[in-house]
Nanobody
Framework: QVQFVESGGGLVQPGGSLRLSCAASGFTFSSAVMSWYRQAPGKERELVATIFSSSTNYADSVKGRFTISLNNAKNTLYLQMNSLKPEDTAVYYC????????WGQGTQVTVSS
């Protein structure tokens, strides 16, 4: 059983940056295709970014602005978010891409002036 714990969200102005972190118990991130998702009010959960080994993929809406990465030594998944836009406002979650575990609480990202 995997419990994902997301952190690092907060309130940021448009154009600002945040780095989200994802930790998990009893799970090695490098063993799975991992993704960041987000869900805005009234919208479906959206796949934001995916990583496996050195391969990454991003939703068109975040390409060039977000970077997904793994720190294997810390067994931590990250999402570096730059040039944030109000449209990025959502609750952000991490999970395995193809065999997802239970969803964590997520971390709220609010982009507003």
């Amino acid at each position: 059983q995997v419990q994902f714990v997301e952190s690092g969200g907060g309130l940021v102005q448009p154009g600002g940056s945040l780095r989200l972190s994802c930790a998990a118990s009893g799970f090695t991130f490098s063993s799975a295709v991992m993704s960041w998702y987000r869900q805005a009010p009234g919208k479906e959960r959206e796949l934001v970014a995916t990583i496996f080994s050195s391969s990454t993929n991003y939703a068109d809406s975040v390409k060039g602005r977000f970077t997904i990465s793994l720190n294997n030594a810390k067994n931590t998944l990250y999402l570096q978010m730059n040039s944030l836009k109000p449209e990025d406002t959502a609750v952000y979650y991490c999970n395995a891409r193809y065999r997802p575990s239970d969803w964590g609480q997520g971390t709220q990202v609010t982009v507003s002036s």
